[in-house]
C-alpha cells in the first residue's frame, strides 16, 4: 500500500507540474496567432522577393545558385540553403503570403518556447512568463517572424540549439548532445550567424574543460571535451558540403569590405530599436530595461543557474561582436545583431523575476499573485510602444501590389508589358501580374507590340510620362511595328552601317526574332530578360536589288561583370547564317577576353570592358539574306554580362539606287508584319484595334486608300481630335526627313467614348471580368447585339469601375489632394473647404468648421465599402480640433465611420503614413452612398497624395447582370439618336484581379480597435 500511495503521489505532482506550465504553452499559442494575424494581406518588399526568386528553381538548382550566386532574376543572396528550401516545399502548396510566410512565423514561435524552457530552467516560471510575454507581443519579433529571410529560422534552430546544450550539459545524456549535434548543423545552414555562435560555445566549453581539470574531475572534463567534440564533428560533417560555398560568399561579398567601427550612441540605438521599433515615444525605455537586464544577469550569474546564463551570454555576445570585427559591406542594423534583441529577453525575464522575488520577501499576504503582477508588470512598462499593432499592420500593406493591380485593371487590349530593368522589376510583375502580358522573357516575333513600361518612379527613363497616377510605378504605353528584315541599301560608295547602342526599344522594332532579350533601359545594354538562361536577338539583312553582300564585318562592344573570388563564365556569343534555323559560332566574347583596365564597383564587382571584331565568311555572303545572332548568357556563376553596343557594316555593288527605295521597303515591311486586323483601314473612317497612317511627303508616299494612307489634311484633323497623340512609328527619307507617320488611336484613349465623360471596355467570353467604366457614364442603358445593358454610374473622375456578371464587381476611387491629380469637381457637395495643394491636403478656409462630400451611385446594389483614409490634426489645448468621417445610404442620416478629435499635446496627430482603415457593410439594396469628411477648422485636414492615397472602395452584387455573347459586336447607346461604336471584345480571366486585390481588410467587429 505504501508503494502504490507513492506513486499515486508522484503522478499527482507531474500532473500538477505540467497543468502548472500551461499559462507558458498558452504564450507560445499566444504569440503564433497573433503572427497569423492579417498574414496574407501583408504585403512583400524586395528582399523577400529576392529570397522568393531563390527558392523557385528546382532544388538542385536551388542548391547550386546559392552556393555559386549563379544570375536570377532577383539578385544575390549570402545566406545558406536551410530557409530558402523551407519556401521551396511551401511554394508547393501555393503563392499565398500565408503560406509562404509560415516557415518564418513556425520557427520564430519555436525560438520563443525555447527561451521559455530555458527561463523556467534557470529561474522559474514567473521569469519564463516574462520573456515569453516580451518576445510574443514584441512588433521588432512581430516584424521578423513574419519576413520571408533566413532571421526566423535561424534563431529558432539556434536557440533550440542552445536550449539542448544546457540541457546536455546539465543532465549529460547522448541523446542531448546528439540533438544539440543536429540542431547546430541546421543552424549553420540558416545563417553563417552561427559560425561565431559555435565558437562562442566552444570557448565556453574549453573554460568547462579547464576548471574540472584543476579541480581535479579528470575523468569528467575528459567525458565533456569528448562528447562536446563529437557532436561538433556530427555538426560539421553534415554541413561540410556547404563549406566552399561559405568560403566563395565570404570572399565574395565581405572580402573587400571593410570592419564597422564600434560607437556605444550607434550600438544603444539598434538596443531602442528592439523596444520600441517603428513608435520611438519621448522616453528611451531603455533607462529601464538596461538596468533591469543587468539585474536579471546578475542575480541569475549568482545563482545554482549560472551555468545557464554564462551559455546565454556566451550565445549571443559573439555574433554581435562578429559584426563589428568582421569585414562586411554593410553596415551594422538590428537585424543583423538580433541575438542582442533575445539577450535583452533573456535579461528582461530575469531582471523581471528578481523584482517580483523582492516583492514577495516583502509582503506578508498575497504575495505569490503580487509577485505576477510585479513581473508582467515590469514587462508591460518596457514593452508599452509594442502596443501599437493596428496602426503597424495597416502601414505595412503598401507594396507595388497595388500598383500592378491598376496595370491590370488597365489592361484593355495591350498584350506586352516591359520593364525598365528587366532582371527585378519583372520578377515583381511576374509575381502578381502571372502570363495576363506577355513579357519579353518570351519568344517575340514580328507582330505589333502594344506594351505598358513600368519603371521606378524614383529612377524614370527619360521619355516616359506617367500614367498610373498614384503607383510606386512610372507608366508608359506604348506601340513598337516591326520593320524586319532590315534592307541594305547602299550608299554611292557601295556601304551601309547598322547600329544599336540598346539604350531604347531599337531591338524589338528591328530584330527578326527575340527569345528571352532584352534592353535594360536604366544602364542601357541588351541583356537576358531571365537570366537563368540565354538571350537571343536575331536580326535579317536582305540585300536591295538582289545584289550580293561584297563583305560584312561585325562590331560588338560588352561589359562584363565578375565576383573577385572567381572568373564569370557569362559570355556574348554572335552567330551569322543565311537562314535563323543554321546559324555558325564567329565570335564571342566574356570576361577571359582582354579584359583591359579593371574598375571597381562598391568595392567588390570587378568590371571589364571587351570588344570584338568579326568578318563574315566569304561562303555565306552569296547566300541572300544573311542573318545575324547575338546570344547573351549570364552563366552559371555570380556574374553578368551585357552587349553595349551592335554595328553590322556591309559593302556591296555601288549601285546608284532611287533615294525614295529605302522608305518605301520600309514601309512595305511594316504592313507585311501587321495583322490584318490592324492595318490602317480604307479611307478615313478610324476603326478601333486598327493603326492609322498619314503621308507627310506625298512624292514619296501618295495618298493610297488601299492601304489606309490618308493625306496631311486628314493628319491635321485627326491631331485636332486626338490630342496629346504621338505617333508610333515614322519613315524618314534619304535625308532624314519624316515622309510617312504611324498612330494607335487606341494608345491615347484604350477604350471607346459614350456620351459623358466615361470610358468602357468590355471582357466577354470564358470566364468574363465583365466591363470597366471611368467616370461618369450617360445614358441610363446601352445594348450589346440588341440586348440590353445596365451601365450607368455616378462615379468621380477618378474612380474605376470593374463589373463582373459572374461575381461580385467593385468600384475604387483613390481621391488625392496635391497639384497635378487634385480634382475638385469630384466632390458632390462642399461647405468652407480649402484645397492646399502644396501638402496634399484637403482643410478648411479658417476656424469655421468645413465639410465635403463624394457620391457614388450604382444600378447595382452596392453591398460593402472599405475606406482607406488619412486624417492628420493639431491637438490643440482645448482639445476642440477634430475629423470626422460618415456616410449616407440611399439619402438617408449620415452614419458616423470615426471621429479623430485632439488629446490635448499641441502637437500635430497623423504624419501621412499610416492610413485608418474601416470595412463598412451597406443595407440592402443600397443604390447611392454619400461619404462625408468634416473638419473642424484650419488645424485638421484630410492628406492625400500618389504615394498616400485616400481610396473608397465598393462593393456590388451584380449577379444580376445580363448574359453576353462573345465576339466582337455593337456597343450602341440608348436612345437611338446617340453615335455607334464598334469594339472588339478582350478574353481576360477573372483570377487575374481576384489575385491582385489590395489591402488590409478590417472586420466591422474590428473596428474599434483600429481607432
Known amino acids: 500500500m505504501t508503494g502504490s500511495s507513492s506513486v499515486s503521489t508522484s503522478r499527482c505532482s507531474d500532473m500538477q507540474r505540467r497543468f502548472a506550465d500551461w499559462p507558458l504553452w498558452f504564450i507560445v499559442i499566444f504569440a503564433f496567432v497573433l503572427r497569423l494575424l492579417y498574414l496574407d494581406q501583408m504585403e512583400l518588399w524586395w528582399d523577400e522577393f529576392v529570397t522568393l526568386g531563390r527558392s523557385l528553381p528546382n532544388i538542385p538548382e536551388l542548391l547550386s545558385g546559392l552556393m555559386y550566386q549563379r544570375p536570377s532574376p532577383v539578385s544575390t543572396d549570402c545566406s545558406p540553403p536551410l530557409h530558402h528550401l523551407l519556401v521551396h516545399a511551401a511554394l508547393q502548396f501555393g503563392r499565398g503570403n500565408a503560406i509562404i510566410k509560415l516557415p518564418s512565423v513556425v520557427f520564430s514561435c519555436l525560438g520563443i518556447a525555447c527561451i521559455i524552457g530555458l527561463c523556467k530552467r534557470l529561474y522559474g516560471r514567473r521569469s519564463a512568463a516574462a520573456a515569453g510575454i516580451f518576445c510574443a507581443i514584441s512588433l521588432f519579433h512581430f516584424y521578423y517572424s513574419r519576413d520571408i529571410r533566413w532571421y526566423a529560422v535561424y534563431y529558432g534552430c539556434s536557440l533550440a540549439a542552445l536550449y539542448v546544450l544546457y540541457r546536455a550539459l546539465d543532465e549529460d545524456r547522448i541523446c542531448f548532445w546528439v540533438l544539440y549535434g543536429l540542431l547546430s548543423a541546421l543552424s549553420l545552414y540558416a545563417s553563417y550567424v552561427a559560425a561565431p555562435v559555435l565558437v562562442g560555445q566552444g570557448m565556453l566549453v574549453l573554460v568547462l574543460f579547464i576548471i574540472k581539470w584543476r579541480s581535479g574531475k579528470h575523468g569528467d572534463a575528459w567525458r565533456l571535451a569528448r562528447r562536446f567534440a563529437a557532436a561538433m564533428g556530427l555538426a560539421f560533417a553534415i554541413y561540410s558540403p556547404w563549406i566552399p560555398a561559405q568560403y566563395y560568399a565570404y570572399q565574395s561579398f565581405y572580402g573587400k569590405g571593410s570592419t564597422n567601427p564600434f560607437h556605444l550612441v550607434e550600438a544603444l540605438k539598434n538596443f531602442r530599436f528592439f523596444l520600441e521599433y517603428f513608435y520611438q515615444g519621448d522616453f528611451n525605455k531603455l533607462f529601464i530595461a538596461l538596468p533591469l537586464v543587468g539585474l536579471g544577469f546578475a542575480s541569475v550569474l549568482r545563482s545554482d543557474a ?88 495597416q502601414g505595412k500593406m503598401y507594396s507595388d501590389k497595388a500598383a500592378l493591380r491598376q496595370v491590370a485593371l488597365a489592361k484593355n487590349n495591350i498584350d506586352y508589358i516591359f520593364y ?142 565578375k565576383r573577385n573570388v572567381f572568373f ?67 552563366g552559371s556563376r555570380e556574374g553578368s554580362v551585357k552587349a553595349e553596343s551592335l554595328a553590322v557594316d556591309f559593302t556591296s555593288q555601288a549601285n546608284v539606287l532611287d533615294v525614295t527605295a529605302a522608305a518605301r521597303k520600309e514601309w512595305a515591311q511594316v504592313l507585311a508584319n501587321l495583322s490584318e486586323s490592324e492595318r490602317p483601314s480604307d479611307g478615313s473612317v478610324i476603326v478601333p484595334g486598327r493603326l492609322v497612317a498619314f503621308t507627310c511627303n506625298e512624292d514619296i508616299f501618295p495618298v493610297n486608300s488601299s492601304v489606309g494612307l490618308q493625306s496631311k489634311s486628314d493628319r491635321d484633323r485627326f491631331l485636332e481630335a486626338h490630342p496629346g497623340i504621338v505617333p508610333i512609328h515614322s519613315v524618314r527619307d534619304a535625308s532624314g526627313v519624316v515622309a510617312l507617320e504611324l498612330y494607335d488611336p487606341w494608345l491615347l484613349e484604350p477604350g471607346v467614348s459614350l456620351k459623358g465623360d466615361a470610358h468602357v471596355r468590355m471582357d466577354v467570353g470564358k470566364g468574363p471580368v465583365g466591363y470597366k467604366a471611368l467616370g461618369t457614364m450617360s445614358p441610363t442603358l446601352a445594348s450589346f447585339n440588341g440586348q440590353l445593358l445596365p451601365v450607368s454610374m455616378g462615379l468621380p473622375t477618378q474612380a474605376t469601375a470593374v463589373y463582373s456578371r459572374a461575381g461580385e464587381s467593385f468600384i475604387i476611387a483613390r481621391e488625392m489632394f496635391d497639384e497635378v491629380n487634385a480634382t475638385p469637381q469630384d466632390l458632390y457637395t462642399f461647405r468652407d473647404i480649402r484645397l492646399r495643394t502644396d501638402t ?9 468648421p468645413c465639410e465635403a462630400t463624394y457620391q457614388f451611385r450604382s444600378v447595382y446594389p452596392l453591398t460593402r465599402m472599405v475606406l482607406t483614409t488619412y486624417p492628420h490634426i493639431f491637438c490643440d489645448a482645448g482639445r476642440n ?131
Open 840 to 848: 496634399a491636403a484637403l482643410t478648411c478656409m479658417g476656424q469655421r
Open 568 to 634: 564569370s563564365d557569362a559570355s556574348i556569343q554572335v552567330l551569322v547564317g543565311n537562314s535563323p534555323e543554321s546559324l555558325f559560332l564567329i565570335g564571342h566574347l566574356d570576361a577571359h577576353s582582354s579584359p583591359g583596365p579593371l574598375s571597381m564597383d562598391r568595392g567588390y564587382r570587378g568590371l571589364y570592358h571587351a570588344e570584338g571584331e568579326w568578318s563574315v565568311p566569304d561562303v555565306l555572303l552569296s547566300g541572300g539574306d544573311l542573318y545575324v545572332a547575338v546570344i547573351v548568357s549570364d
Open 881 to 1011: 480640433n477634430y475629423v470626422r468621417v460618415s456616410y449616407s445610404e440611399n439619402g438617408n442620416a449620415f452614419k458616423e465611420i470615426y471621429t479623430l478629435k485632439s488629446n490635448g499635446s499641441q502637437e500635430w496627430l497623423g504624419t501621412g503614413s499610416y492610413p485608418h482603415i474601416d470595412a463598412v457593410p451597406l443595407v440592402a439594396d443600397t443604390k447611392e452612398v454619400l461619404i462625408k469628411l468634416e473638419m473642424s477648422n484650419d488645424g485638421a485636414m484630410w492628406q492625400s497624395n500618389p504615394d498616400a492615397a485616400m481610396t473608397f472602395e465598393l462593393f456590388m452584387n451584380s449577379r444580376g447582370m445580363p448574359p453576353l455573347a462573345s465576339g466582337i459586336g455593337e456597343l450602341v447607346n440608348v436612345p437611338p439618336h446617340e453615335s455607334a461604336f464598334t469594339l472588339s471584345f478582350f478574353l481576360q480571366s477573372s483570377s487575374a484581379f481576384e489575385s491582385l486585390r489590395p489591402g488590409l481588410t478590417v472586420t466591422p467587429f474590428m473596428r474599434p480597435f483600429f481607432r
Open 420 to 561: 525598365e530593368n528587366e532582371r527585378n522589376y519583372s520578377f515583381v510583375g511576374d509575381w502578381y501580374l502571372g502570363n495576363l502580358f506577355q513579357r519579353a522573357s518570351g519568344r517575340l516575333a514580328r507582330d505589333y507590340k502594344r506594351f505598358y513600361l513600368l519603371s521606378s518612379a524614383h529612377a524614370p527613363v527619360p521619355w516616359a510620362q506617367e500614367c498610373f497616377k498614384g503607383a510606386p510605378f512610372t507608366g508608359y504605353v506604348g506601340g513598337i511595328v516591326n520593320r524586319a528584315p532590315l534592307s541594305v541599301n547602299p550608299d554611292s560608295s557601295g556601304t551601309w552601317r547598322y547600329t544599336d547602342t540598346y539604350r531604347d526599344f531599337k531591338l524589338f522594332r528591328d530584330a527578326f526574332l527575340t527569345d528571352n532579350a532584352t534592353v535594360s533601359l536604366l544602364e542601357g545594354g541588351l541583356v537576358p530578360s531571365d537570366m537563368s538562361r540565354p538571350g537571343v536577338a536575331v536580326y535579317a539583312f536582305t540585300p536591295a536589288d538582289d545584289a550580293p553582300f561584297l563583305s560584312a564585318k561585325i562590331r560588338l562592344k560588352a561589359l562584363c561583370t
Open 306 to 393: 549560472r551555468l545557464g546564463a554564462w551559455l546565454i551570454l556566451a550565445w549571443g555576445i559573439p555574433p554581435i561582436a562578429a559584426a563589428y570585427l568582421v569585414k562586411t559591406e554593410f553596415s551594422v542594423s538590428p537585424k543583423y545583431v538580433m541575438s542582442g534583441f533575445y539577450l535583452l529577453a533573456f535579461g528582461l525575464g530575469f531582471g523581471a523575476e528578481a523584482l517580483a522575488r523582492v516583492v514577495v520577501r516583502v509582503l506578508t499576504v498575497g504575495r505569490n499573485a503580487a509577485g505576477w503582477i510585479t513581473a508582467i508588470g515590469v514587462i508591460a512598462v518596457v514593452g508599452s510602444s509594442n502596443f501599437n499593432f493596428p496602426v503597424f499592420l
